[in-house]
């Protein structure tokens, strides 16, 4: 199964931003688990940052057109980017929305993401294990469609 783990603005900057919300692992950590855990669990996974929306865009036209699964973290794009959220609905895999940090208990204009409501699931405030939970789910997923 191809797996895109896509992210969103800021979230490079992992391990030096904001380490009491989002912790002290660095964005490279985060694509070491990513391909780990991929590899542990037989998924072709690719791990991606950007801060430039169109091209969040771009990556998700590309998930769709190869029936991809994706694990999202859109970060701040989850609040309130309709082109971020209308991309994703265009998806034929399934798509797992990862928040490091738990959205439901920051500020009130976090609470509510656009793109939750045409994800296949939704983790949030697990961490960077969140990561790892989405990948295991894609597999298992996955295997029960083969069998």
């Not at 973290?73 to 309130?80: F, I, K, L, T, V």
């Not at 597999?139 to 029960?144: E, H, I, K, N, V």
């Amino acid at each position: 199964m191809r797996v895109y783990v896509l992210n969103g603005p800021n979230l490079g900057r992992l391990g030096t931003r904001q380490v009491d919300v989002y912790g002290a692992i660095s964005y490279a950590d985060l694509v070491g688990l990513c391909e780990a855990t991929g590899r542990e669990l037989g998924l072709d996974v690719t791990v991606r940052q950007t801060d430039a929306e169109h091209e969040l865009v771009g990556w998700l036209h590309d998930a769709a057109d190869e029936q991809a699964a994706v694990v999202l973290n859109p970060a701040a794009w989850s609040h309130y980017s309709i082109a971020v959220r209308d991309a994703c609905a265009l998806l034929r895999g399934p798509l797992v929305e990862v928040h490091i940090s738990n959205i439901h208990a920051r500020e009130e204009f976090r609470a509510h993401s656009v793109i939750s409501a045409v994800a296949t699931g939704v983790i949030c405030g697990l961490g960077v294990d969140g990561y790892r939970l989405a990948l295991h789910h894609l597999a298992a997923r996955a295997g029960a469609a083969d069998g």
